[in-house]
């Protein structure tokens, strides 16, 4: 099975600055295909996750373009380049290249 | 809008059975993999369970296999998750997903509480 990891596993953020976590995953998530399967939810408190990153890189249908995903084969980076108040949550990475899928232990996002 | 949702969770003792179901719209619900994803209490997510378009692949994590079955009925825009056998370790909130690359749009979920 692929491990996913996520660090750190807390993150306290101020309003208005940059906020970075990263995954790594335990094999390279690059298919033969070219696309990489790697996804970055959000799980606000209360509710469901909501997709933000698919394949790496690309965002999700109405996710702000204050979020970035970026990373290549085992790597990988969600960058928010000015944190909201709304933001705040656990993020978790998800590797689809294979069965079973993974998730990562998830990075809580908290205000300062 | 694109709306999941579950509903057939509850309390059930050890070794007994459910039947979770998922009704999708406001999408092509015969065009997506269909995706199971548990979350027990206070813990990360946990992938269960995967099915083809057309039902013809499924797929489990190693852990449910040969106790839950996955199925799907699209002329109902329907999930299904038949879970037997029920361990206390199987306590989560059971959420459906329609699955592009991964998961892409979720249910609300549904709890399922296996105790005596």
């Known amino acids: 099975d692929i491990v996913m990891t996520q660090s750190p596993l807390s993150l306290p953020v101020t309003p208005g600055e940059p906020a970075s976590m990263s995954c790594r995953s335990s094999?390279?998530?690059?298919?033969?295909?070219?696309?990489?399967?790697l996804n970055w939810y959000l799980q606000k408190p209360g509710q469901s996750p909501q997709l933000l990153i698919h394949?790496?890189?690309n965002r999700a249908s109405g996710v702000p373009e204050r979020f970035s995903g970026r990373g290549s084969g085992t790597d990988f980076t969600l960058k928010i380049s000015k944190v909201e108040t709304e933001d705040v949550g656990i993020y978790y990475c998800?590797?689809?290249?294979?069965?079973?899928?993974?998730f990562g232990q998830g990075t809580k996002v908290e205000i300062k | 809008d694109v709306q999941l949702v579950e509903s057939g969770g509850g309390l059930v003792q050890p070794g007994g059975s459910l039947r979770l179901s998922c009704e999708g719209s406001?999408?092509?619900?015969?065009?997506?993999?269909m995706t199971w994803v548990r979350q027990a209490p206070g813990k990360g997510l946990e992938w269960v369970a995967n099915i083809k378009y057309d039902g013809s692949e499924k797929y489990y994590v190693d852990s449910v296999k040969g106790r839950f079955t996955i199925s799907r009925d699209n002329a109902y825009n329907s999930l299904y998750l038949q879970v037997n056998s029920l361990r206390a370790e199987d306590t989560a909130v059971y959420y459906c997903a329609a699955s592009n690359y991964g998961p892409e749009y979720w249910g609300q979920g549904t709890l399922v509480t296996v105790s005596s």
């Open positions: 998800m590797q689809g290249l294979q069965t079973p899928w993974t």
């Open positions: 394949l790496g890189s």
């Open positions: 094999q390279s998530l690059l298919n033969s295909n070219g696309k990489t399967y």
């Open positions: 406001g999408f092509t619900f015969s065009a997506y993999w």
